[in-house]
């Protein structure tokens, strides 16, 4: 039996803690694909692989593991060799990256990220947080 791995948490400057909760892209890869090779020049198992390629790499870009996220931003975002694809099965640089935001895949990294809400603390009369430890003691009457 699969156990669920343990969720991602990170701390901002301003100390809030976030857990990586990335909203599910608006479509699925597979329409991203057909809706790609669409566009393409020309139809062959070439192109259909470099278009699978490219929504490989939108799908990469939401990601958990941080270095295929990263790499797949910066490949759709700064690569050069996105542009040499595109330009290779005739697909317009600025369309394949218009899909990628407008899908859902390729947004802010910090949309990625969602406020973790605070857990309920105890309070004594007075309103101080209350240490459960002091209280156990000064029952046991230490």
Not at 53 to 80: C, E, P, T, V
Not at 125 to 141: H, I, Q, V, Y
Request: charged share 25%; glycine share 6%.
């Amino acid at each position: 039996m699969k156990t669920k791995p343990a969720p991602k948490i990170r701390r901002t400057a301003d100390g809030q803690t976030e857990v990586w909760a990335p909203q599910p892209p608006r479509i699925s890869m597979s329409t991203v694909q057909r809706l790609l090779l669409r566009h393409v020049a020309q139809v062959s198992p070439e192109t259909k692989l470099w278009v699978a390629m490219i929504a490989q790499a939108m799908g990469d870009a939401i990601s958990s593991d941080d270095n295929h996220r990263l790499r797949a931003r910066r490949f759709l975002i700064y690569g050069k060799r996105l542009a040499f694809w595109c330009e290779l099965i005739g697909l317009d640089l600025g369309f394949v990256r218009e899909v990628a935001i407008k899908a859902g895949y390729l947004v802010h990294e910090d949309a990625l990220w969602k406020p973790l809400k605070p857990t309920k603390t105890h309070t004594n009369k007075r309103g101080a947080p209350r240490d459960r430890n002091m209280t156990e003691a000064t029952n046991a009457g230490l």
